[in-house]
């Protein structure tokens, strides 16, 4: 699936910007860079649980699920939730016993540029084909991406900051400032995550105008076929359609089983955000 490849190559694209941040900071002993670097990890480890979770969350309802496996996607929200909670606390264990005394010169600039690049691409590539797949997976990763962007931004602008106070000879460490308000940020990210995706998965019946209008649209083509009622059950980034027909008395099975086949294609290749679909004739 092509959705599957941007999120394979963007998780690529993490995965090395996570590491030239954490090689540079060590390097120039940057503890802000650092810090951002775990952020990196965890834009790396989101893509990955995301690929699992659009395997399974494809699977077809069965008896044991019968709504699908579409909860899937909050479950992993809510493990990267959690373990982006962790490497705050690792963020600020850093903060006390890595002794930050970063000296920026122009390799450091160039490279802090080249990691905003690749950043931007991968942000370019989540929003753009997330949108044209209808994808909220790609959409919700674009957003942690453009935090991620917005976040090594911040590290280029203290840099800046770190070379005009040791000029101006001021007494104040810019970085390990910078690395608290990393820290204080992935607080703020995770808990954020845990409480909405605890939400999704307590609450997942709702309205979509959207679906049900392209239901309508498609089943007015069908004359053997009228709709009679419309259940719409959202599963987290997916939704799970449950249609009831009245079928023509004249129509047989095989007919029925190919015009049922023909609904269910149609409809979500007009609408992505749609994974399962179940036609029960009345």
Do not use: W
Not at 29 to 50: K, P, V
Not at 160 to 171: C, D, F, G, K, R
Not at 239 to 256: G, H
Not at 262 to 270: A, C, Q, V
């Amino acid at each position: 699936m092509k959705e599957d490849k941007i999120i394979i190559i963007t998780m690529i694209l993490n995965f090395i910007v996570a590491i030239i941040k954490l090689i540079v900071g060590i390097v120039f002993s940057f503890s802000t860079l650092i810090a951002d670097s775990i952020q990196s990890f965890i834009d790396f480890i989101t893509d990955i649980t995301s690929l699992i979770a659009n395997k399974i969350g494809r699977r077809r309802a069965n008896k044991t699920y019968p709504f699908g496996y579409g909860q899937v996607y909050a479950v992993a929200n809510l493990f990267t939730g959690a373990l982006l909670f962790l490497i705050g606390l690792s963020i600020v264990y850093q903060l006390f016993f890595f002794n930050g005394e970063v000296i920026p010169n122009i390799k450091l600039f160039v490279i802090l540029l080249i990691i905003i690049a690749l950043k931007s691409i991968t942000v370019y590539l989540l929003q753009h084909y997330g949108k044209y797949y209808k994808s909220e997976i790609m959409i919700e990763s674009s957003k942690e991406s453009k935090a991620d962007l917005i976040s090594t931004c911040v590290v280029l602008a203290i840099s800046v900051l770190v070379l005009l106070i040791e000029h101006l000879n001021i007494n104040i460490n810019i970085d390990k400032i910078g690395s608290l308000g990393i820290a204080i940020y992935v607080f703020y990210i995770s808990i954020k995550m845990i409480i909405y995706n605890i939400k999704e998965l307590l609450t997942n019946s709702e309205e979509n105008d959207e679906i049900n209008e392209d239901v309508k649209k498609e089943l007015e083509k069908i004359e053997q076929i009228s709709l009679k009622k419309i259940r719409v059950i959202k599963m987290t980034t997916y939704y799970s359609v449950f249609l009831k027909v009245k079928v023509d008395e004249d129509i047989t099975i095989k007919e029925f089983i190919r015009l049922e086949k023909k609904i269910k294609s149609n409809l979500k290749l007009k609408n992505k955000t749609i994974r399962f679909i179940d036609i029960e004739p009345v």
